[in-house]
């Protein structure tokens, strides 16, 4: 593994051949204009995957499920190799042998010395200023079989944004899974309730339709109700997309502990890693508590945990930020493409067929409430509030249809800088991804927790969230020399779940008595 610090390694020009019956072959596919992006200097971006166990890994178990799974699909037995035959700097998948070898890294890290959990932290952050060797399929996994106060041991598969979008790969790293109940049985992943909850609202329509079917008033009031529904989601598109525009071209958040200063040299400092566990059963408690969402809870714990760092006053000690004053905002990259099941990706792997069809993405900017609130409660409100105005919106399929414009009539560079300039502008990432409703074991090695998170990214702050069985994983990543006391932050997060999820039972408490 070495780093490439941007530069990319440039093969023999692809050529297509021609057969003996002078039939030509099929020419090798050409990367997306998205993915090729992620390739630009400034936004080359990596997917990490941190996965703890049960149990100490035998790696040669391991290697083996991957050689089964993994390297069926096209895009982890490919290189990436720039096509320099007519100047475009296009680049290509060529299918190559894989030696599973060159992408298993074991090292030997264990000090008696220090503490272990310092050195996985350190190991995989370390990894952060690092590229993949692009003369090799860029995906490798890092196993080490070292105890820490989270797991026996810890891997961490690692993946160049250009393979796919981030919730591709993790369904096509989960096939390689199975229920620990159950090891003939698939993991499965939670099934979105929005359908269920339309189907409910349509029938309850429904029935309202059929007891006033006679009455006019009421099919005029209808067709108000749906043209009013338009404006709002007209006038909400149109301001979002004009927030971009502005957020792209010079509107940037209020400087804080949590953004990149100005002269602030990013590639040469480490992403720095931390992780937090809490009960999902408890945050589905204060979903049911709030009538929010899960998406709403996890938001409002973010804003809380934001919000309790600058109050405790880890500024630095150089300069008073006022909460009430900042404007602070996140940026979620949305997945316009509909997931696959990880049933379907296993069926599509074992029948050879292309699982990962490139990046296809948008960008919504989210506004957060960084202040002290009495209520605990509040943030979970202002989030439902923030995320329900989002809902009424076309951003995100607004914004990704721009970027193919910039694509389209600038090319892939100028593109990069949109793609880059807006999160940079913005005080953090965040994204979530739900993952299996059960526990799950690969080649019999029972997973404890799964924490995604990336590097590469403009911002000096990025959160995931990721659910697992019963718990719910924060991956927060922090570049280092940025935020102070990053491991504060971290359990800020939890802090701030124990005070919510207090406030949810002191509410449902009144409302018995």
Not at 31 to 57: C, D, Q, T
Request: positive net charge.
């Amino acid at each position: 593994m070495e780093s490439c610090s941007g530069n990319m390694t440039v093969l023999r020009p692809i050529r297509t051949s021609k057969q003996e019956n002078g039939e030509e072959e099929e020419e090798t596919a050409l990367l997306s204009p998205a993915s090729r992006m992620f390739h630009e200097p400034n936004y080359n971006i990596h997917i990490v995957a941190i996965m703890g166990w049960k149990v100490p890994i035998e790696v040669d178990s391991v290697k083996a499920e991957i050689q089964r799974k993994l390297l069926k699909h096209p895009r982890f037995s490919s290189l990436q190799v720039m096509d320099e035959s007519d100047g475009s700097r296009k680049m290509r998948w060529v299918p190559t042998t894989v030696n599973i070898d060159d992408h298993t890294i074991v090292p030997q890290i264990a000090d008696d010395n220090m503490d272990t959990d310092k050195l996985v932290e350190d190991y995989i952050s370390n990894l952060s200023t690092t590229t993949i060797d692009m003369s090799k399929p860029l995906w490798d996994i890092h196993i080490l079989n070292v105890k820490t106060s989270h797991a026996k041991a810890t891997s961490i598969c690692r993946f160049h944004h250009s393979l796919g979008d981030g919730i591709a790969l993790i369904s096509l790293l989960l096939s390689c899974f199975n229920k620990s109940s159950d090891p003939t049985s698939l993991p499965t992943l939670p099934v979105s309730s929005s359908s269920s909850s339309f189907s409910s609202t349509s029938k309850d329509k429904s029935n309202l339709s059929i007891s006033n079917k006679k009455s006019n008033w009421y099919l005029i009031w209808q067709y108000l109700e749906k043209f009013w529904l338009f404006i709002r989601l007209l006038f909400n598109t149109v301001v979002d997309v004009l927030l971009f525009i502005a957020t792209a071209l010079f509107l940037k958040d209020s400087q804080s502990p949590f953004t990149v200063a100005r002269g602030f040299d990013k590639s040469s400092t480490r992403q720095i890693f931390i992780y937090r566990t809490i009960s999902l059963d408890d945050l589905k408690f204060i979903k049911n508590v709030t009538n929010a969402t899960v998406n709403d809870v996890i938001l409002g714990i973010t804003q809380a945990a934001l919000s309790r760092y600058i109050q405790r006053g880890h500024v630095g000690g150089k300069r008073k930020f006022l909460p009430e004053r900042m404007r602070c905002r996140a940026a979620v990259l949305i997945n316009l493409r509909p997931a696959l099941g990880v049933q379907a990706v296993a069926e599509m792997i074992e029948k050879n067929a292309t699982v990962i069809q490139g990046n296809c993405f948008g960008f919504i900017i989210i506004p957060l409430t960084i202040a002290q609130l009495e209520n605990p409660l509040s943030y979970i409100h202002k989030a439902k509030i923030s995320m329900d105005r989002k809902k009424r919106s076309l951003e995100s399929q607004c914004t990704f249809y721009f970027l193919q414009l910039f694509l389209k009539f600038f090319g892939f560079k100028v593109a990069t800088k949109l793609a880059q300039k807006v999160p940079s502008q913005t005080t953090l990432a965040f994204s979530n991804v739900a993952g299996p409703l059960e526990e799950v074991s690969c080649a019999g090695h029972p997973l404890a927790f799964l924490a995604p998170t990336c590097y590469g990214h403009p911002t000096g702050l990025m959160v995931h969230a990721c659910s697992y069985a019963k718990k719910l994983t924060f991956a927060i990543a922090v570049r280092e020399g940025i935020i102070p006391d990053p491991d504060h932050l971290g359990d800020d997060f939890v802090d701030s779940f124990m005070l919510i999820k207090e406030a949810a039972l002191a509410k449902l408490r009144t409302k018995v008595d």
